[in-house]
T-cell receptor, first 114, second 115 residues
């Protein structure tokens, strides 16, 4: 029930295209859904996050879409650039007391080709 | 210096060695975390410290021993490790580990290789 399932495992997108990464969860107590971006040799960096009271959040070229009834959320990268090539992790957390745990997906390796 | 700093960046050790990983955060946060990152697996939370108190130990073998002398520093002491312990060890911090919806800020990790 703590799992977050992420797909695809890897993704190749042409420059200028749209990259879409999907995640699904089971635990209905999750109420905070961040996405992290990790470049080789670096730690994960928070990219964008959403709470389930909204269905979409946009920051620049990055958009999270959230479907509470389906328990799914996705990251869309518009106008993908070679500099976006990285591994992306979705995560989920419950805001209950003592909720330290971020449950991560396995990651999606994105390659944007010129 | 800002952010979360981890040293060393790379470590190669034998199974009988004892070594320590160090993490320092300059963000004024009160919670610190150790994660293990292995290929093709989700990040695994190992330990959590909130206001210097250990609040989470995710069934981590005793050959990993954390220490948190203050809210800015976190250590992971290693002894008698196994080859399967080879991984990237990431440190993270957040404002308050007892509250939900807290972004976690990660260091760049220590790449550990066990011979």
């Amino acid at each position: 029930q703590q799992q977050v399932k992420q797909s695809p495992q890897s993704l190749i997108v042409q420059k200028g295209g749209i990259s879409i990464i999907n995640c699904a969860y089971e635990n209905t107590a999750f109420d905070y859904f961040p996405w992290y971006q990790q470049f080789p040799g670096k730690g994960p960096a928070l990219l964008i996050a959403i709470r389930p009271d909204v269905s979409e959040k946009k920051e620049g070229r990055f958009t999270i879409s959230f479907n509470k009834s389906a328990k799914q959320f996705s990251l869309h990268i518009m106008d993908s650039q070679p500099g976006d090539s990285a591994t992306y992790f979705c995560a989920a957390q419950s805001s209950g007391a003592g909720s330290y745990q971020l449950t991560f997906g396995k990651g999606t390796k994105l390659s944007v080709i010129p | 210096e800002t952010g979360v700093t981890q040293t060393p960046r790379h470590l190669v050790m034998g199974m009988t060695n004892k070594k320590s990983l160090k993490c320092e955060q300059h963000l004024g946060h009160n919670a610190m975390y150790w994660y293990k990152q292995s290929a093709k697996k989700p990040l695994e939370l190992m330990f959590v410290y909130n206001f210097k108190e250990q609040t989470e130990n995710n069934s981590v073998p005793s050959r990993f021993s954390p220490e948190c002398p203050n809210s800015s520093h976190l250590f992971l002491h290693l002894h008698t490790l196994q080859p399967e312990d080879s991984a990237l060890y990431l440190c993270a911090s957040s404002q308050d580990g007892g509250a939900g919806n807290q972004p976690q800020h990660f260091g760049d990790g220590t790449r550990l290789s066990i011979l």
